[in-house]
């Protein structure tokens, strides 16, 4: 279910301009960032980087399915 929620004009410059750095639209970018600062607050020893890895790979297409002999 989607609602509407009120953001200051400041962050929705910001979405917009780092949204466009990224090939994303706002509400998109805005996801992004929440996406970050909950996988940050579950883990807080896990550095940046390596929240970025795991997001990246996320958005990979899967290869197949691993086998093991």
């Not at 750095?21 to 970018?29: G, M, P, S």
């Not at 940050?40 to 990979?60: G, K, T, V």
């Amino acid at each position: 279910m989607a609602i509407n929620v009120r953001l200051s004009e400041t962050l929705v410059d910001k979405a917009r301009r780092y949204g466009t750095l990224e090939h994303r639209f706002v509400v998109k970018q805005i996801e992004y960032w929440l996406q970050i600062g909950r996988i940050m607050a579950e883990n807080p020893d896990l550095p940046f980087s390596a929240i970025r890895e795991i997001l990246l790979a996320d958005q990979e297409e899967p290869i197949g399915e691993y086998q093991f002999s």
